[in-house]
């Protein structure tokens, strides 16, 4: 028994055992699971905490988005922007917040059945109205006193005391009269109703300098209008030197003593020199004045104010002359500094030339300006930059010694400038073996440093379109051709007829122009048409940049001008338009050489006519019968040019055509080959000789002129005999 209640209690105690262990398992795992699920929470507690932080930060302080939004420096008013809508929106709610008691209150209580006042007279008569409550122009009439149901009408008069025959009635039945006050507004909205136009006033001025007006400069600029925009430039202009400015040696040297006044203005100083206070930069748009500019700051490390001399004016009185004064005071708080005024001419035209002569807005800026760089101290080292290419133009007062003391004039690049800038601007372009960038310069006179920069990124363009690598001599070749003339239009489909006359036209240029005294040597002939109207064209190389010219010379250059024209009228007995450029130049060169050149032995070394481009009105120094004398000279001084090409033609008429023939087969012919034709040579074919049938069609191409005669004789003799029949 007592071994029975030993394996008893065993088998208990075990159960008991196990039950705990079962107890304790599923505590760790209820603990775990608590666990797990109290991470969860506390990771959603931060989240929640986060963005918690996160829309106090975007709704309250705006701290954070501020320093992104607001660089270091930035001015930029902090706080939130003004809602327009959402003003408009309030005062939309409120207005009919207020509004909803008047809306849903009835004037009168109960159920009103409307009646004509014929039938409401009536009622009263018969007694079934006891009371009536007049208000605004209608009356109310009612059976009892708690005006359940009722009638109503509109009165006739404006009040119920102007109706004597209504009043009567109700006196006669002992009716009891009500007037009622008319139903007045609440207090609030009636505030709101009589502030509203004023309130929405407000919201649209405030909705027009936020929208208008938001920038920079402390706020919106409507209250910063007198404020310089001056653009302070430091890190991006200390990256410009006087190594990235080529082709304007001369200039540089001038800016170079700016850069050490700047440096060691101390050096000037102890031998008593004082500092320019400003530099004018005179010249054409595109020669680099803008980069000279940059080029002094950037090798002087000093700060850059630049401003656009059209910044200064504004439609406000006094906004012009106040940015002068906030432009230079943040000058002298920044000596030694720059001030770079570009197209000055904008602010600095001559006084007085408005309309009647009277003061405006840019002669009080202009009055300020002038003041101002009258008032820098010897101790404040100030300089003004400006630039301009139209000097002619700008004040007097402006122009004199202790303003601008140096006028630097930034001329056009000769061949060598035209070389060292294509070499600048080739820094970070690959190019090819065969590139010759003398060759480029001779091509582009007249170029300045906007214009060559252009020309090379066009090449770039060409050559990547082409899938290369680098950029070689005929991409620039083409994109030289491309800038002066116009992109080729090989989809343009010329008739062949056309394409003969324009090939003989240009033949006849070159080949006059070739056998010609004192011309240039010619580098292309083409009869591929470019840009907008040119059909061919024949294109001289200069070897040398030119500054005179002779008489004979434009002698010559009248003959080549009429070669073409000579040709078509040689060659096929008749002329086209499309010498009407030739004719329009050669004319503009007869006419310089007579009225201004003095190139004529009748009349000497007389001006005649002093008209320059862009005048309104002629300058002429001659009276109607001199005008005569002069036309003549004129005219004959172009009739004996042509007769000398007709001449040159005529007598080189196999030249002539064998060269045509070249052309028409070949569509550019160049200089080199020219030489080679006009020496009696032969080209190497285009073509491996294998290929006869191309033979036959260069046989048909040469009677093709021939054929072009034919035509147009068969045309005269055609409309001979239709002149005939008619008479």
């Given at each position: 028994m007592e071994?029975?209640?030993e394996k008893e209690t065993l088998r208990y105690l075990s159960e008991d055992q196990e039950d705990k262990k079962n107890e304790k398992d599923q505590t760790v795992e209820d603990k775990n699971k608590d666990d797990s699920e109290y991470d969860?929470?506390?990771?959603?507690?931060?989240?929640?905490?986060?963005?918690?932080?996160?829309?106090?930060?975007?709704?309250?302080?705006?701290?954070?988005?501020?320093?992104d939004e607001n660089p270091k420096g930035s001015k930029r008013p902090r706080g939130g922007k003004f809602n327009f809508k959402g003003f408009i929106m309030l005062l939309f709610v409120i207005t009919l917040f207020m509004s909803l008691p008047s809306l849903f209150s009835d004037t009168n209580k109960g159920n009103l059945k409307s009646v004509s006042y014929t039938e409401f007279v009536k009622l009263a008569d018969n007694k079934d109205i006891k009371i009536v409550n007049e208000k605004e122009g209608y009356v109310y009439g009612y059976a009892s006193k708690d005006e359940k149901e009722g009638f109503k009408t509109r009165l006739i008069t404006d009040r119920l005391g102007q109706d004597p025959t209504l009043l009567k009635t109700f006196e006669d039945n002992n009716i009891t009269i009500d007037s009622l006050a008319p139903q007045q507004?609440?207090?609030?909205?009636?505030?709101?109703?009589?502030?509203?136009?004023?309130?929405?006033?407000?919201?649209?001025?405030?909705?027009?300098?936020?929208?208008?007006?938001?920038?920079?400069?402390?706020?919106p600029q409507m209250f910063n209008m007198g404020k310089s925009k001056a653009k302070e430039n430091g890190e991006e202009i200390s990256k410009v030197t006087f190594k990235d400015v080529a082709g304007i040696d001369e200039a540089k040297e001038e800016l170079e003593e700016v850069v050490q006044f700047l440096k060691e203005p101390e050096k000037f100083k102890k031998l008593g020199a004082k500092i320019p206070k400003g530099v004018l930069l005179l010249g054409s748009p595109g020669t680099g004045k803008t980069l000279l500019a940059k080029a002094v700051a950037g090798e002087a490390g000093v700060p850059f104010f630049s401003?656009?001399?059209?910044?200064?004016?504004?439609?406000?009185v006094g906004v012009g002359a106040s940015r002068v004064r906030d432009l230079f005071n943040k000058a002298r708080k920044n000596s030694p500094c720059i001030i770079f005024i570009d197209e000055i001419d904008a602010v600095g035209r001559k006084r007085g030339s408005g309309q009647g002569g009277g003061n405006d807005e840019r002669e009080q800026t202009l009055n300020q300006l002038l003041v101002e760089m009258d008032g820098f101290g010897n101790e404040e080292t100030i300089i003004v930059l400006a630039a301009t290419n139209r000097p002619e133009i700008l004040d007097k007062a402006l122009m004199r010694p202790g303003r601008f003391d140096r006028q630097v004039v930034v001329d056009r690049p000769d061949l060598k400038g035209r070389e060292e800038i294509l070499k600048v601007h080739a820094r970070n372009k690959k190019f090819a073996d065969d590139v010759d960038f003398h060759t480029v310069a001779r091509k582009t006179p007249g170029f300045v440093g906007a214009d060559i920069a252009n020309l090379l990124n066009e090449a770039a363009i060409l050559a990547a379109r082409e899938g290369r690598d680098c950029i070689n001599m005929a991409d620039l070749e083409e994109a030289?051709?491309?800038?002066?003339?116009?992109?080729?239009?090989?989809?343009?489909?010329?008739?062949?007829?056309?394409?003969?006359?324009?090939?003989?036209?240009?033949?006849?240029?070159?080949?006059?122009?070739?056998?010609?005294p004192l011309t240039e040597p010619v580098h292309k002939v083409t009869i591929v048409p470019r840009g907008m109207a040119a059909l061919g064209y024949t294109m001289s190389l200069p070897m040398e940049?030119?500054?005179?010219k002779s008489k004979n010379e434009y002698l010559s250059e009248l003959v080549t001008l009429l070669g073409g024209r000579a040709s078509e009228e040689v060659v096929f007995g008749d002329i086209t338009t499309g010498a009407s450029n030739d004719i329009e130049r050669a004319t503009a060169i007869a006419h310089a050489m007579v009225t201004k050149f003095g190139m004529t032995d009748k009349f000497g070394p007389i001006l005649l006519d002093n008209t320059k481009e862009g005048d309104m009105f002629q300058q002429k120094y001659y009276g109607e019968s001199t005008g005569k004398e002069v036309d003549a000279e004129i005219l004959k001084l172009v009739n004996d040019a042509y007769t000398q090409a007709k001449k040159i033609l005529t007598d080189n008429r196999e030249l002539l055509e064998k060269i045509t023939q070249e052309l028409l087969v070949r569509e550019t012919i160049t200089g080199e080959e020219l030489d080679l034709l006009i020496e009696g040579k032969d080209l190497e074919p285009l073509h491996k000789p294998e290929k006869e049938p191309k033979q036959e069609e260069l046989k048909e191409e040469t009677t093709t002129s021939e054929e072009i005669i034919e035509e147009k004789e068969v045309e005269i003799l055609d409309t001979k005999d239709e002149e005939d029949e008619e008479k």
């Open positions: 071994g029975l209640v969860e929470l506390g990771e959603r507690k931060k989240e929640l905490k986060a963005k918690l932080k996160h829309g106090m930060r975007k709704g309250g302080n705006l701290e954070d988005e501020e320093e507004l609440p207090f609030i909205l009636n505030i709101l109703v009589s502030w509203f136009p004023m309130l929405l006033l407000i919201g649209v001025w405030i909705f027009m300098l936020n929208k208008m007006n938001r920038g920079g400069g402390g706020g401003m656009s001399g059209s910044e200064f004016v504004e439609m406000f030289s051709e491309k800038v002066t003339i116009g992109p080729e239009r090989k989809s343009r489909v010329t008739v062949q007829k056309e394409r003969v006359i324009v090939a003989y036209h240009e033949v006849g240029h070159a080949l006059t122009q070739k056998l010609s940049d030119r500054y005179l």
